[in-house]
């Protein structure tokens, strides 16, 4: 995948009308069920929420929680020691690497989970959209999980992200810089996006924010099954290309957002470093 440039569009002429959603032709005939998938069957698949209901109150309510939180967040020591780790010469070089010559890096949310049910999503969702109001080189916010509500889109939307109408199963490749920014995604799809940018231009143009990849190496020992092993090739090859920084989850309320998360940058000198990681 490119550039998805397919996101949900939420019509609202007068903030006192009810919201129209517009959607596309062929999200119209299909809906997106969520299924065990294989891994030849992950073609992109258009998508569209499967719960539809919503209505004002419901929405209002989610704006609100979800302001209460950008709010918490805003205002707590995890985010400032998280900043003060951002704002060090040595890691804001790490970011400007990855950005070039371009004035920003797009943000793609993969794996958000419910905002609307559980607050982890909630913070990790408050995470995202107050570094882009920090920092003027985050870009664009597209976000997709299979499980986000008609209810949930609209208020991301209203919020100022697009939410993607394509599964893409994580394989956009970074055609420009990119921050993917996938908390407590499962490993298959963090493994899909590096096999999408096994490349040394793809893989120097992404920030990854995602769960640490020095724990999956460490747990490798514990699964003696070649499936799993397998569904994290990508993720162990990257191992030596990889700078992984951890962030500091020891304040209570922020630890079940955050925990073992943190930021991968790659530093692939020569196509020569990158061996094929067997298919
Ligand atoms: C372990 S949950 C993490 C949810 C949330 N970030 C949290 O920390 O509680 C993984 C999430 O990935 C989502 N997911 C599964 N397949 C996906 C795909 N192809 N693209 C984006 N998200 C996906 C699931 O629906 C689920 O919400």
Redesign the pocket.
Known sequence: MAASAKTLICEKANPTEEWTIVLPRRGRQRRYL?KVITPKQQEEQSWAPVDLETNPERELKLMQKMQLCIQKLENSPFFHTLLDQILTPENLDRFFKVLGEELNMQMVI????SIES?E??RL?LSLAIVLKRKFSWIGDIEV????ISLTEARVLEALGCSVLLV????RRQALRPMLFFM????AE?YDNLLHANWRVDLLNRIVLFGNSFEAYEQQMSMFRNSTVADSRKHILASRRLTKELGINTSSDDFFR?FHGSGWHFFTVGHEADLHPVGV
């Not at 993969?110 to 989970?113: C, D, P, S």
């Not at 997709?144 to 499980?147: G, H, K, R």
């Not at 599964?167 to 994580?170: D, S």
């Open positions: 969520p993969y794996g958000l989970g559980f982890p999503p990790q997709f999980d299979p499980i599964n893409e199963h994580g908390p407590h995604c499962e799809l957002a």
